[in-house]
């Protein structure tokens, strides 16, 4: 159990806070920390949250070990100071405390596509603006990966409730289970009067293996799994392919739901896995179980057949190519995939005028203009899969860039 008191007054205030040139969203850390201490909680809740509206969130999830933790001074030569801790305990009490009162309304409609990191932002940050804020959502509850991807034991859903209620009292309208793209469509959308669209939908389609057998029934993607694992029987030998945050809230959901033995099997080393240490510790802390240098190679109904990898160079690059004749049968109930995602495209694929890059992602340029005027894109459907962290920082620029959009129009309309 971390005292965040004893952290606070473990930190140095450093003049050059590496801490806080390290996080993404620049968080005045040492400012933050001198309030803490001097009992002015609701001060530092409100610097935390005019910055970063999903503050409560990243203090959780966020690789602290590359960005704040990772970059601490102390850290040197002794234990770095866990500001996340601190971060979470000031922001949950800020959003259970502080009932945020409603802007005059400029009038001015929005529309939200995707409830996720991304859109969340865009909403506080242009309904704080007095705008008219509308979040199309195609699932029932908010949140995004937050509540379908991140499972519940790494990420309290209550604080995502607290978010919900803050955009409530904000006058934000909620449309669950709204699907924006075949039936609403975005000129539908304008047609109704709405002046700007935001889309923040994420990247939802799971990346295929494209290796034989990959479609039989026990046979899943983990991006699929995470969303409902109480209605999978996976049985009792579990392989997962993949070494990202994915792979290894898979392996945990399953070992937490019944399987007994669960792997993760990756064509590369440890220190080539994209899910922090910190994920992977609590991976093997719980009892799953790695091989390492495996590819897979075709799924049957016995299991999976692996084979073993090694490290070559190629043109001066490192790869991993499959030891010849390494091949055999891994015998297992289920395969979870989680070798990354990308968009579904629903949107782009009914409404013309928005344009992808070759890998799917929405195209926009660096203040989150779409190819279709009045529309904004930020998150992972435009940087592919990503982080929380980079989901907001961006969208704090497209929502200003779209509220000087919308002021353009509004001028333009009074002329
Ligand atoms: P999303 O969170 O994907 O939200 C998109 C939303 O749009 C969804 O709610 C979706 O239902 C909705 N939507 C899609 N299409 C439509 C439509 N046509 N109409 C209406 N709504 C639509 N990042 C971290 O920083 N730390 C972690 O520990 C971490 N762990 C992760 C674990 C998992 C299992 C996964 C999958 C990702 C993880 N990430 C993590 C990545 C992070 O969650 C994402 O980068 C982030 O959520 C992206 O935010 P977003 O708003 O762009 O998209």
Redesign the pocket.
């Known amino acids: 159990m971390i005292n965040n008191l004893q952290e606070a007054q473990n930190c140095l205030l450093c003049k050059k806070p590496r801490c806080q040139t390290n996080c993404p969203i620049n968080t005045p850390i040492p400012q933050v920390i001198e309030l803490y201490k001097n009992g002015e909680i609701e001060k530092a809740g409100e610097i935390l949250f005019n910055n970063n509206p999903l503050s409560v969130i ?1 203090a959780i ?3 602290h070990e590359r960005q704040c933790r990772g970059n601490c001074i102390r850290g040197i030569k002794k234990e770095p100071v866990h500001f996340h801790s601190i971060e979470e305990e000031i922001s949950a009490k800020y959003l259970e405390t502080t009932k945020f009162e409603k802007p005059e309304s400029n009038g001015i409609k929005v529309a939200i ?8 932002t865009v909403a506080f940050d242009l309904a704080k603006r007095g705008y008219d804020v509308t979040i ?4 029932e509850r ?9 499972p519940e034991f ?1 990420l309290p859903r209550k604080l995502i409730d607290l978010l919900v209620a803050r955009l409530l009292d904000l006058g934000v309208k909620i449309k669950i289970n ?4 075949p039936v609403v469509t975005l000129n539908k959308l304008f047609k109704d009067g709405y002046k700007s669209i935001f889309i ?5 389609n799971p990346k295929r293996l494209d290796i034989k057998g990959e479609t039989f029934g026990h046979s899943h993607y ?2 699929d799994y ?1 969303k409902s694992p109480q209605y999978y029987s996976l049985g009792k030998k579990v392989v997962v392919i993949g070494a990202g ?2 792979a290894m ?2 392996a945990r959901t399953a070992k937490r739901n019944g399987a007994e033995e669960v792997y993760i099997a990756y064509r590369r080393n440890f220190e080539d896995m994209t899910a ?1 240490k910190h ?1 992977i510790s609590e991976a093997q802390n719980e009892g799953v179980l790695f091989k390492t240098f495996e590819a897979p190679v075709e799924v049957v109904d016995e299991g999976i057949i692996l084979a073993r990898t090694e490290k070559v160079e190629v043109d001066g690059r490192s790869s991993v190519s499959i030891v010849p004749d390494s091949e055999y049968l891994f015998e297992c109930d289920s395969i979870l995939i989680a070798v990354s ?1 990308a968009p ?1 495209n ?2 782009v694929v009914n409404n013309k005028g928005v344009d992808t890059t070759k890998r799917g992602h929405i195209e926009t340029d660096e203040k989150g203009h779409t190819t279709k005027e009045g529309v904004f894109a ?4 435009v940087l592919g ?7 907001v920082n961006s969208a704090k620029i497209v929502s200003e860039s779209m509220h000087e959009y919308l002021q353009e129009v509004a001028e333009e309309a009074a002329i």
Do not use: H, M
């Not at 596509?113 to 969340?120: M, V």
């Not at 930020?378 to 459907?381: A, E, K, Q, T």
């Not at 899969?385 to 989901?391: E, L, P, R």
């Open positions: 990243c999830v966020c690789p596509i995707g409830s996720g990191p991304a859109g969340l199309f959502e195609k699932n908010i949140g995004g990966v937050l509540a379908y991807g991140i790494r709204s699907i924006v793209g923040g939908t994420g990247v939802w983990a991006i995470l945050n994915v809230d898979a922090t994920e995602q579904k629903t949107i930020c998150g992972d459907v899969a990503s982080t929380v962290i980079q989901a």
